[in-house]
């Protein structure tokens, strides 16, 4: 069964399951001891050090692991912050960054510090300008990731290092991505990654603190990885997780795969909307991961999708708020304004075939017909869609100069109201679509709804429709938004 979701968690690379077992006879002993057994515990640790920090491009006595990659950028971000505390205690952070780092910046929020967010373009990017305009006297931190890990955009970290360095503020940056397919380059400070993501065991992370960047390590004091991660270390899983690193770098046909990869995936963000209609993908297409590609398909139910790729052998990842505990949409996907319905992410592990790309783009257009079939939607989709699973959507059409469809503040007469209360993506979508060719054009439609996702698909739908979107005001429930027909 092919497996597509290497950014969540790579398979266990044979040079770390070789490295696993092998360590599991001679790492078990304490390396702070100074038996036999212990020190070939810390000879053990202190080569995987060396070999992760050559990987990385640091000294090994700047580099420390962690239980995870989570637990490596809490631990940098809360410790650079400490040791700035006097300078500011601003911390600067993309909208797309990984969770670890919004949740630590929450947490620095209601310890009393402040956070400014830098928004991205359509692709996930960051503008280095917009960077250099947020830095202030006040700023403690700046973390920017290497490379999305939802859509694959690789962000100006070197520009960004650069201007964060002339400024005198510490750059964390998250490389969980990007690592295996390269160091990071630029004066960074601050760097956090995780082994599961490159083909190593679960449960290490690496954070690196270079030499010169003021680090206070938060929480009890502990003589192991300079203080920096309490705990006894995991040597087994260590030595894996830099052997496998190490693998991937020294390997004679390292950079040919990577080749390859990026290859496959342009077959698959050219030929994807060729073969299924109504599909948007997202991401740069250029400053990118070799080996992720991220698209969304309109009329789609992103759980649904899952499961049917799922049954036909396929193993991919969603960004999709149908595909959430939460219920609302990836916050990448909403920071970059983009479709969030029927999101579908594929990143190809090492040593992918090409056959199985070619078979999951045979596979997908039947895949993604039978769940909009399943909805009311016809294989062509557009805006002729037929009645939706659920019955037709419930219109009415207000009274010339009444605006109960408006924007707060708005003279718009509603035109044609369609009530989606209570109904999940993608059929506001799906009733605003059958809709929109029931008024003349210049005519309007309001869409009620009260599920977040459509706060972001509603606008995303009418960029690719080529119809105006006019804004959105609160309504009883949920909020009512406004849509002008353009043709």
């Known amino acids: 069964m092919p497996y597509f979701d290497a950014a969540s968690a790579a398979p266990l690379h044979p040079v770390a399951r070789e490295a696993l077992l092998a360590s599991l006879d001679e790492g078990w002993a304490d390396p702070a001891r100074l038996y036999r057994e212990g020190r070939r515990g810390r000879l053990l640790l202190d080569a ?106 690789g962000q100006p970290v070197g520009e960004v290092a650069a201007l964060c360095q002339e400024a005198g503020v510490p750059l964390l940056v998250d490389a969980a991505q990007s690592l295996p397919w390269g160091p990071v380059s630029g004066a960074w400070s601050l760097l956090a990654a995780s082994a599961h993501k490159w083909g190593g065991p679960p449960g290490v992370g690496l954070l690196v603190v270079r030499k010169g960047t003021r680090f206070a390590p ?10 920096r991660s309490p705990g006894f270390e ?51 297409p250029v400053h990118r991961l070799p080996h992720l590609v991220t698209f969304s398909c309109l009329y789609v139910d992103g759980e649904a999708l899952l499961h049917e790729l799922d049954r036909a052998g396929f193993s991919v990842s969603s960004g999709s708020s149908c595909t959430s505990s939460t219920l609302t949409p990836s916050h990448v996907l909403r920071a970059m304004g983009v479709l969030s319905e029927g999101n579908v992410r594929v ?21 993604v017909r039978s769940v909009r079939e399943r909805l009311g939607v016809p294989a062509a989709g557009r805006e002729t869609v ?10 009415s059409s207000a009274p010339a100069g009444e605006e109960p469809g408006g924007p707060a503040g708005s003279t718009e007469p509603a035109g044609l109201v369609v009530d989606s209360l209570g109904k999940r993506c993608p059929l506001p979508v799906i ?9 003349p054009v210049g005519g309007t439609v ?42």
């Open 48 to 153: 995987a050090r060396e070999a992760a920090a050559e990987a990385v491009g640091c000294r090994p006595d700047e580099l420390v692991f962690t239980p995870s990659g989570t637990q490596a950028v809490h631990s940098g971000v809360f410790g650079a912050l400490a040791a700035r505390r006097r300078v500011g205690r601003r911390l600067l952070h993309s909208a797309v960054e990984h969770s670890s780092v919004l949740h630590a910046a929450e947490v620095h929020t209601a310890a009393g510090g402040s956070c400014a967010e830098l928004a991205v373009d359509r692709t996930g990017r960051v503008a280095a300008g917009d960077v250099a305009a947020a830095l202030g006297p006040d700023t403690a931190l700046v973390c920017l990731q290497s490379a999305n890990h939802e859509v694959g955009t």
């Open 218 to 227: 938060q929480g009890p004091r502990d003589e192991r990885e300079s203080g």
């Open 234 to 284: 995991n040597i087994p899983a260590i030595v894996a997780a830099a052997a496998s690193l190490r693998a991937l770098r020294a390997g004679p046909d390292s950079a040919d795969e990577a080749a390859r990869l990026r290859q496959l995936v342009d077959r698959i963000r050219t030929r994807v909307p060729e073969l299924v209609p109504d599909v948007e993908v997202v991401g740069h």
């Open 347 to 367: 990143s190809l592990p090492y040593g992918t075939d090409e056959a199985d790309v070619e078979r999951f783009l045979e596979v997908l257009p039947q895949v």
């Open 386 to 395: 037929a009645t939706t699973a659920g019955g037709a959507p419930e219109t």
């Open 431 to 439: 009733e605003l679509a059958k809709a929109i060719h029931e008024v």
């Open 446 to 487: 309001t869409v009620l709804a009260d599920d977040e996702a459509a706060r972001q698909d509603i606008p995303a739908w009418c960029a690719m429709r080529d119809q105006e979107y006019v804004g959105e005001r609160p309504a009883e429930r949920g909020a009512a938004y406004l849509v002008r027909r353009r043709a």
